[in-house]
């Protein structure tokens, strides 16, 4: 037979080539249709919440009324109608003829609104007297129809908010009181009650987050390494090594949420309550990461076998071969070549930690945290959420102005992710021996 | 199958000399239920080359490895009978097999340089064991190491560069610099060459010879020509056993017992 002709074997075998190729291509178009939709949806939810509707108002800081406000016991509502009052002469100034009445003063500006005017003028007193100008939030309805999510037929129902309201808003914008800027306050503030997320940010969060990963770090890595290097290298293999290999890679696939009831028993009930430890307490980050610990230690223990097994056994006994005792063996050869591994188990770990929402409701991380963090010991200890709590805790929320707060929290989450990677290649290319 | 009990064998061919460096008695080592050797009784001496030779699985690798203690690195491995370096035991229960290791280096078939510099494999025994007292001497024992693996004049403008970036030849090259640098008084070779082209092997058999006159050195190797050039002493290795102990002029000309006659001319192994 000519080799110029597929014989009928080569051309079925060819067929069943192309068609496995194809397969494989189709799956990868799928996994980049879903990542492009994934992020699209991210994106596309989520970059508001990055975007916040501020008044500009040059409030007159009248002494008398500070004072007066300061004297009373809602001391914000004083500071309020100094805005109000400031808003109006502005408006008027401007050619607005419309009325600034309590009402449409409620309905556009955040309720967060005094209070910011308060913490300034507390922060600076030498700016009573004097008129300063302060861009100040708008409301969360105002906000939304900025950005298009509130328009007139949403707000049919609305109590909070009128169409004359909108009229107004329209105007403001006409004469430059009312923008659009980039919301810091979003990656640096707190959680806000459920009336006003348009003062709410992830900072805190992002606090909490951070502290749990640096114990969740300190604990696994040592421990996972020590672990590892034992059983790899230095256990005698018998059914006792053998029932400890087999139960950590059951521990492996252990939902999350019995890691969590387990902490709350383990760490806050027996450790904080009857032993006494005052760090173990509920909320604390320090406890939300020993939790997440003992979820990661499993998955980085499994990798960082993975990585000494892979290390040739010649490199050992090289070592072994000139005298070098089995520590020395394993420190000096094993561990530098496995490193590379063990790192990419251990972001793997922390990467999967840091997602990890369900360990955190059981331990009660899943708190109101308005006030900051502080010291340095508070960091680890004073009640925090982590990230993915907070963001469960915003979708929880009715407001559709929480939902886009979660969105934006998940790109920050994302951001936070791609950090953290980033690291782990550099420290990976670091340790990396290319020869 | 054979007229002779084949243990007695080497008893009764091993020359009476004062000068051994290595006395293996008896020796019996068990992989799980395998029997991988059976009482081997062997003198090894001072500033002598000796080759184990034998077919493939016949057990001289792992003989090889009991007089470093490399087989204590393998779980199943259980090794048994008396193994005497310079009339001490080196499987008593005080002996560290670090202390022995440095004193009988070994090469393995592979070429296994560490990943590191050219300068790093050679002094790392010398580091490990505190045989250098400064940067000095360090450089000293490494220059002289790299020169009796014959292989200074290759490297010496980059001794800093990776050691598993040199040929395979020069990479085992660099693991004799290495084994030599710890001062060993005796060297263990498992089939240095097999990895190796004739050009390579030449001068790692050339080195083995200069080698000679500081250590004694045992080589297993699959090549009789090999044996018969590098060595002064071969034994005959089969199915776990030493069949045939003896001066290697001797074994491959006359050889005493038909098996070894019959691995050395070709029909078996």
């Known amino acids: ?335 530098p070549l496995a490193m590379p591994g063990i790192m990419t188990g251990t972001i793997i770990g922390l990467a999967a930690a840091l997602g990890e929402t369900a360990p955190l409701l059981l331990i009660g991380m899943v708190a109101f945290v308005q006030t900051d963090i502080s010291g340095a010991t508070s960091f680890f200890t004073d009640p925090n959420v982590g990230m993915p709590a907070q963001i469960y805790i915003w979708a929880t929320r009715a407001d559709g102005a929480w939902y886009e707060r979660a969105w934006g929290g998940i790109i920050l989450l994302l951001i936070f992710l791609a950090c953290m990677n980033i690291v782990a290649i550099l420290l990976r290319r670091k340790f990396e021996r290319r020869w | 199958m054979f007229d002779q009990p084949s243990n007695l064998a080497p008893q009764v061919e091993t020359p009476v000399t004062t000068d051994h460096k290595i006395t293996a008695e008896n020796v019996n080592v068990h992989y799980g239920d395998t029997h991988a050797i059976k009482d081997v009784n062997v003198k090894i001496d001072d500033k002598t080359v000796t080759a184990f030779i034998g077919p493939s699985g016949c057990g001289k690798s792992t003989f090889l490895r009991c007089l470093n203690r490399m087989n204590d690195t393998i779980d199943i491995c259980r090794v048994s009978g008396l193994i005497e370096l310079d009339g001490e035991d080196i499987n008593h229960a005080k002996v560290d097999p670090v202390q022995l290791r440095a004193k009988v280096g070994m090469v393995f078939q592979k070429p296994n340089p560490f990943p590191k510099s050219i300068f790093d494999n050679v002094a790392y025994g010398p580091r490990i064991h505190g045989q250098a007292a400064n940067k000095a001497e360090l450089d000293e024992i490494v220059e002289k190491s790299l020169r009796s693996a014959a292989l200074w004049k290759e490297v010496k403008d980059r001794l800093h560069a990776p050691g598993t970036g040199l040929s395979g030849g020069q990479q085992q090259r660099l693991c004799i610099a290495r084994a030599v640098a710890t001062a060993p008084e005796v060297l263990l070779m498992d089939e240095p060459c097999s990895a190796l082209d004739p050009i390579a092997t030449a001068q790692v058999e050339e080195l083995i010879d200069e080698l000679r006159e500081n250590f004694s050195v045992v080589i297993v190797t699959h090549s009789m020509q090999q044996a018969a050039r590098v060595s002064q002493k071969t034994a005959f290795f089969h199915l776990g056993e030493l069949v045939e102990f003896g001066e290697t002029g001797q074994i491959f000309t006359n050889p005493h017992d038909s098996r070894t006659e019959s691995y050395i001319t070709g029909r078996i192994g």
């Open chain 1, 1 to 335: 037979m000519s080799l110029y002709l597929e014989s009928p074997r080569t051309k079925k075998r060819n067929a069943a080539e192309r068609r496995f190729q194809s397969y494989g291509l189709a799956a990868i178009a799928a996994a980049l249709f879903f990542l492009v939709v994934l992020l699209g949806q991210i994106i596309g939810n989520g970059s508001g919440a990055f975007i916040q509707t501020r008044l500009t108002v040059p409030v007159t800081l009248d002494a008398a009324a500070i004072e007066k406000a300061e004297g009373s016991m809602m001391k914000t509502s004083g500071y309020r109608k100094l805005i109000v009052a400031s808003l109006s002469a502005e408006m008027q100034a401007k050619g607005i003829e419309a009325e600034l009445d309590s009402k449409a003063a409620k309905a556009l500006l955040s309720s967060g609104a005094p209070n910011t005017l308060r913490q300034h003028v507390l922060a600076n007193p030498a700016d009573i007297g004097s008129t300063v100008t302060l861009k100040l939030a708008g409301s969360s309805r105002l906000d939304g129809y900025m950005k298009g999510r509130v328009t007139r037929e949403s707000i049919s129902d609305d109590k909070a908010i009128t169409p004359a309201h909108l009229d107004l808003a329209d105007e403001l914008i006409g004469v430059g009181l009312l923008s659009k800027g980039f919301n810091w306050g979003f990656v640096t503030g707190n959680d806000a009650s459920d009336l006003r997320p348009e003062q709410s940010g992830m900072g805190q969060s992002v606090l909490g987050s951070l502290a749990m990963m640096l114990v969740v770090l300190a604990v696994c890595l040592p421990i996972s390494v020590a672990a590892s290097i034992y059983l790899e290298e230095f256990a005698p293999k018998n059914k006792l090594t053998q029932f400890i290999e087999v139960n950590i890679s059951n521990l492996a696939a252990v939902p999350s949420i019995v890691f969590g009831i387990l902490a709350l028993a383990a760490f806050i009930q027996f450790g904080g309550g009857t032993i006494g430890i005052e760090a173990f307490r509920a909320s604390a980050p320090l406890v939300g990461g020993l939790a997440l610990s003992l979820m990661t230690l499993p998955t980085i223990i499994i990798a960082t076998r993975a990585a000494l097994k892979a290390v040739p056994q010649s490199m050992r006994d090289a070592a072994l071969g000139v005298g070098a005792s089995k520590m020395q063996a394993v420190f000096h050869h094993v561990l």
